[in-house]
């Protein structure tokens, strides 16, 4: 039946005038106007189309994705209820249901919508990644979660701005090695072991390993090779030898847990259960994740870079060197070029590196690091998961390593992150410039 054929009369609303009373049309209409922020725009089409047609599935689907959205747990359960209601088997709405009453913390009523799943060959490993998930969930529930990430928060070894800014500025000062290295959902990846609880979140963790795989290196061809698969241990190393670790912080875990991320969930949380013996043995300090952008935004970069230590800098921009070494202040002692994540591709555009990061430009970067001493050099790491290595390295050599992750894309103009949406406060000249942070 089309869109035309569905067209009901008399529909004036504002909002639903906007989508030209075709139901297809205001389902896309709705989402345009939600991806804009204009959730109460988007909430007045689907209330219109779950009026006129209650017995389509999608704009009760997309009312409960709203709902969802906005925390009203009960009534996006209510609108995902009519959704399967209207259409039984419809994968995505089922898919997205088993999710929201996982996130609501009903996972009894997610496994009874998981056993509505058609049967099929084809939608076997989809429902086994489901299965663990809310296995996942039972094992690990938000509150277990919530309860490592504040032990992080609350311990004294977890550094603000200024304590980074400071630690940083005394092994430069000194001339001592130091490591700051930031975990987030694609070393969570890694971090998690398939066969753990005798592969009981196999499936799960595999496809959370493949597509990061396909996001930093555009396919996911290194998921079983084992050379890659014994770099794993080299970087799980690099994390009790680093001098700060940054993790996963409360407020991602809840949004994690909310929206029962099969990826979110288990990376996220296995970062923390790694590090969790950390807080009682060694000497590792902790921040948040996003302390790149914090070191950024607090004029601490700027002020790190501009003190008159050479710079080394890893990073996919060819101009990034160019563009620091026009800064006042700033020297660049030694500039190497890394492939793009290939997700990123279209955003960042060509880098001109030949190869793939892993296994060839991963080489030629870890022999040149390992051909000199770098004591005294500030290096700004910006290379994703391989990145942990070359600042492994470059602190064993002496240097200070950085890791500024998707900082180099926002100072090269590049936003690859929703976070970097304003690219106007992450310029190279950007962010405030408070005094130097006290030692």
Known sequence: MTGAALKPRGASRTGWARAGADPVAAVRAAEALRDRGDILGAAAIMAELCRLFPH???????RAILRWRAGD?????HDFARARAADPGNLLTLVQSVRQLAGAGRLDEAETCLSAFPATPDQAGRVERLDQLLAYLRQHPEAEAMRLAMAVRSSPRHLDTASVEARIGAALAGRQPFSLIRLG????????????EGGRFRSLYRRNRKRILRTWFGTDALIDRRDFLDLRERFLATIPAASVVGVTYPERIRHEYGIAS??????????????APLLHRGD???????IHLDLHLSGALQRLTTAGHPIGLISCHPALA????????IRVAAALLVPEEKRFAAIIGATGMPGAHYPDAFGRVTTR????????????VAAGYLGKLYCHEIAA???????????????????????????????????DQPGPAKP
């Open 56 to 62: 389509l599935p999608y704009g009760w689907r997309e």
């Open 73 to 77: 747990g009960s009534g996006a359960a």
């Open 185 to 196: 959902d694609g070393e969570g990846a890694w971090i998690s072991d398939p066969d753990e």
């Open 262 to 275: 099969p990826d979110g969930v288990p990376s996220c949380t296995n970062v923390l259960r790694h590090v």
């Open 284 to 290: 590792t300090s902790f921040c948040t994740h996003d």
């Open 322 to 329: 160019a563009a620091l070494m026009r800064r006042p202040g």
């Open 369 to 380: 690091l390992r051909n000199r001493d770098w004591t005294g050099v500030l290096w700004l």
């Open 397 to 431: 050599r002496g240097g200070v390593a950085v890791d500024i992750g998707s900082i180099a894309d926002a100072w090269s103009g590049k936003a690859t992150r929703p976070g970097l949406a304003d690219l106007a406060r992450y310029r190279l000249d950007g962010g």
